[in-house]
């Protein structure tokens, strides 16, 4: 199955500094979403990208999908304590119907 | 909506017993998937299952079964529980083939001694 990367594997910042993370795929990967669970919690869709190259922003979060399709990133600016939890990359299956997962990074958030 | 439920949300079972995760969403979803979570650890696929009659294994099936009768539900099954399946359960529904978007259920924390 596809096996997507995820680096670093946790990662301390001080509050207002930004935050990124990295999730990386030997193969071309159909699509990439990104999922945030916050301790104790389940995961939650935060986005899906589709396309070569494509960026989406919410808020203070970008999102990257690499041109060769083989990797992808997160980037919180400014993070906040409410950043905290661990995000986790997913890709599916040729068939789209089976979802494999990042290992996640897990962000603490210094006051 | 209540979204995706799951119970119990907490079980201690005992090696060699077997028991049963209830799953159902109420949005109607076609696709439902069964994950496992351990610790510091990404999801792992159980089984899936893209309608209701059809299920398939994912990564990691072994000592496990699931059945979908209905479109609502979609129960997970442990057979002679192992320490091994000692883990977080996440059930999760999708709505087209389309979208890429799981809603996840709350969790099931189990846990075989």
């Known amino acids: 199955g596809q096996q997507v990367m995820q680096i670093p594997q946790y990662q301390h910042v001080q509050e207002g500094e930004d935050f990124t993370t990295y999730c990386n795929s030997s193969t071309t990967l159909s699509n990439i979403q990104w999922y945030k669970q916050r301790p104790g919690g389940h995961p939650v869709f935060l986005i899906q990208?589709?396309?070569?190259?494509e960026v989406k922003k919410q808020k203070r979060l970008t999102f990257q999908f690499g041109e060769a399709k083989k990797n992808s990133s997160l980037h919180i600016t400014a993070t906040q304590t409410t950043d905290v939890g661990t995000y986790f990359c997913?890709?599916?299956?040729?068939?789209?119907?089976?979802?494999?997962f990042g290992t996640g990074t897990s962000l603490t958030v210094i006051p | 909506n209540a979204g995706v439920t799951q119970t119990p949300k907490f079980r201690i079972l005992k090696i060699g017993q077997s028991m049963t995760l209830q799953c159902t969403q109420d949005?109607?979803?076609?696709?439902m998937y069964w994950y496992r979570q351990d610790p510091g650890m990404g999801l792992k696929l159980i089984y899936y299952?893209?309608?209701?009659?059809?299920?398939d294994k994912g990564e990691v099936p072994n000592g496990y079964n699931v059945s979908r009768s209905t479109t609502e539900d979609f129960p997970l099954r442990l057979e002679l529980a192992a320490p091994s399946q000692t883990s977080v359960y996440f059930c999760a529904s999708r709505v087209l083939l389309s979208s890429y978007e799981q809603y996840f259920g709350p969790g099931t924390r189990l846990t075989v001694t």
């Open positions: 299952s893209v309608g209701a009659g059809i299920t």
């Open positions: 997913a890709s599916t299956s040729r068939t789209g119907n089976q979802f494999y």
């Open positions: 990208l589709v396309k070569s190259g």
């Open positions: 949005m109607n979803h076609n696709y």
